[in-house]
C-alpha cells in the first residue's frame, strides 16, 4: 500500500515506537500509584514523555498534559476558556474539534478569514473580529483538508495586543512544523500524539500555560483526600490511569523527530507536495495549492471524491476522500457539495510513491494520457 | 547515615525535583511518601543524603519546582518536620 493519508494519521512509525509499546506493556503497572519497581517503571515513562515533548515544544515538563487525542485537549483548552454563550473567534478553515465543542457550550461563534491561502485577508478579518470582542480565539495552525498555513504567529501577536486568550489546534503542524510554546504565547497548543509526532493512536498533548479547567474528575494518585481536583498541572487535567505503552511509544516518536530535525521532516513532505501539485495539475485535475502550504493537498477528480479514492485503494493508494470532519473549512473552500480528494504526506514519503499515486490517478484522467 | 526526605504534591513535581539534582551530582531516591507526612493523603518524596540537602533546596527553589515539607531524620532514626 502507497500511504498517502498523513493527515489522519501516521501508520509506519519509526521501529523503536512499536518496541517500545512492546516494553511498557511488559514492564509497566500504574504510573504515579505505587513505589514498587513496576509502578515507578511506568511513572519514568510518562516522565520521559513529557520531557521530550518539554523539549521539542519549548517548554517545562509539567506544562505537558498527556490526552488522549488532540480532540480530547481540545475540549479541555476550550472549557476551560470559553463560558456558555461567550463570543469566540475562529478562522474559516476548523475543525470539528473546535465546532462542535463551540457549539456545545452554546458560544457564539465569530468565523474570520475564510480565502485559502490569503495571509492578507486571515490577518485583516481576524484583527476585525478581535477588535469587536471576544472571549477567547481558537485557530489551527495548518488545515487538514487544504494545508493552508495559516499566519498563526502574527494571529498569536493580535491576540496578545487585543488580550483574548487563545488556543493553536496544531493537530495537522506538530511535527512537521517547529512550534515554541514560550515564544508563541498560547494559553493551550492542543496536538494529537499519531499523526506527525509519530506515536500510537490514543495519545495526545494538550500544552498549557494555566492551570485549565478539568473536563474529567477522579484519582491522580496525589491529594487524595481531598474530594476536589487538585491544582498543579499536570495531574489536575489528567485523572484516571494513563495510557502509559501509548505515551512510551510517543516519547520514542518525539525523541525521532528531534534526531531527524521537523524542519527536514516538513521540506520533505513539500517537496512531495509540490511534485504531487503539478503532476495533478498535468492530468487536469483542480487542485488546491497556494503559499502558505503543509504537506497536505486537496483536489477535485473530476468524478465523485468517494468513487475516486476507492478506485485509488484498489489500486493500493491509501487518500481520504469526503468531508474530512471540517465542513467549515470546505464551506470557506466552497467545496462543502461535492467534497475532495486529500492527499497527506508524512515524514517517510519517496518520490517513487508520488509518482506511483499520479499513475494511479492518470486512470481517470479526462485528459487523454 | 541521616536522609533527609522532601516531600511533594505530585509525582511529576518529584521527577523534576529528582531530575534536577541528579544533574547536579545530589544523590536522591524518589519514594513514596510515608503516609503520616503527607496530610493530604498519596504523595511522592526525595529522600536524599545529609550533606546534599541545603544545596538540593536551593536548587529547587531556583528551578521553581515547589515542595511541600522537609524532614530530618535524627540521631535516634525518628524523622522530624523541619523548618526551611
Not at chain 1, 480565539?137 to 487538514?144: D, G, K, L, P, R
Not at chain 1, 503539478?278 to 502558505?292: A, I, T, W, Y
Amino acid at each position: 500500500m502507497i500511504y498517502l493519508d498523513s493527515g489522519a494519521t501516521s501508520f509506519h512509525k519509526p521501529p523503536q515506537v512499536y518496541r517500545a509499546v512492546m516494553d511498557a506493556m511488559r514492564s509497566c503497572a500504574n504510573p504515579g500509584r505505587g513505589g514498587y519497581p513496576a509502578a515507578t517503571a511506568a511513572a519514568r515513562r510518562i516522565y520521559a514523555c513529557r520531557e521530550a515533548a518539554a523539549e521539542l515544544f519549548d517548554c517545562e515538563p509539567q506544562q505537558v498534559v498527556l490526552t488522549g487525542s488532540c480532540t480530547h485537549g481540545l475540549n479541555i483548552a476550550i472549557r476551560s476558556l470559553v463560558r456558555s454563550g461567550g463570543r469566540v473567534v475562529i478562522s474559516g478553515f476548523e475543525h470539528n474539534a473546535v465546532t462542535r465543542p463551540l457549539h456545545a457550550l452554546g458560544a457564539e461563534i465569530r468565523v474570520a478569514g475564510r480565502k485559502l491561502f490569503d495571509w492578507e485577508d486571515t490577518l485583516t478579518r481576524f484583527e476585525e473580529a478581535l477588535r469587536r470582542g471576544a472571549e477567547a480565539a481558537v485557530f489551527t495552525h495548518v488545515s487538514n483538508v487544504f494545508g493552508y498555513v495559516l499566519p498563526v504567529e502574527q494571529m498569536a501577536r493580535l491576540c496578545r495586543q487585543y488580550g483574548v486568550p487563545f488556543i493553536l489546534d496544531a493537530a495537522q503542524s506538530a511535527g512537521s512544523i517547529p512550534v515554541s510554546f514560550r515564544s508563541f504565547g498560547a494559553d493551550f497548543i492542543a496536538m494529537p500524539g499519531h499523526k506527525g509526532l509519530l506515536g500510537p493512536q490514543g495519545t495526545g498533548l494538550l500544552l498549557c500555560a494555566q492551570s485549565g479547567k478539568p473536563l474529567l474528575q477522579g484519582g491522580t494518585g496525589s491529594d487524595s483526600i481531598r474530594q476536589d481536583m487538585p491544582e498543579d498541572l499536570p495531574e489536575r487535567l489528567e485523572p484516571g490511569t494513563l495510557n502509559v505503552p501509548g505515551f512510551a511509544g510517543l516519547t520514542q516518536g518525539l525523541r525521532y523527530l528531534r534526531n531527524v530535525g521537523v524542519k527536514t521532516i516538513g521540506s520533505r513532505e513539500h517537496r512531495q507536495l509540490l511534485h504531487c501539485v503539478s503532476g495533478l495539475r498535468r492530468l487536469g485535475m483542480q487542485v488546491f495549492s497556494g503559499p502558505h502550504q503543509a504537506g497536505t493537498l486537496s483536489f477535485l477528480p473530476g468524478m465523485d471524491c468517494e468513487e475516486a479514492a476507492e478506485k485509488l485503494a484498489q489500486l493500493g493508494i491509501a487518500v481520504r476522500a469526503g468531508i474530512h470532519c471540517a465542513p467549515l473549512a470546505h464551506e470557506s473552500a466552497g467545496t462543502l457539495a461535492t467534497g475532495t480528494v486529500r492527499v497527506s504526506f508524512g515524514y517517510d514519503c519517496e518520490p517513487g510513491e508520488t509518482e506511483e499515486f499520479l499513475r494511479a490517478a492518470s486512470k481517470f484522467s479526462r485528459i487523454p494520457q | 547515615m541521616r536522609f533527609y526526605y522532601i516531600t511533594f504534591r505530585s509525582v511529576t513535581y518529584a521527577q523534576r525535583g529528582e531530575r534536577i539534582l541528579q544533574k547536579e551530582g545530589i544523590r536522591c531516591i524518589l519514594l513514596r511518601t510515608p503516609r503520616w507526612m503527607e496530610e493530604q493523603g498519596c504523595g511522592y518524596c526525595l529522600r536524599l543524603w545529609a550533606e546534599g540537602v541545603k544545596p538540593a533546596l536551593q536548587l529547587l527553589q531556583m528551578a521553581g519546582v515547589s515542595y511541600r515539607k522537609v524532614y530530618i531524620q535524627g540521631r535516634d532514626g525518628q524523622l522530624e518536620e523541619m523548618t526551611v
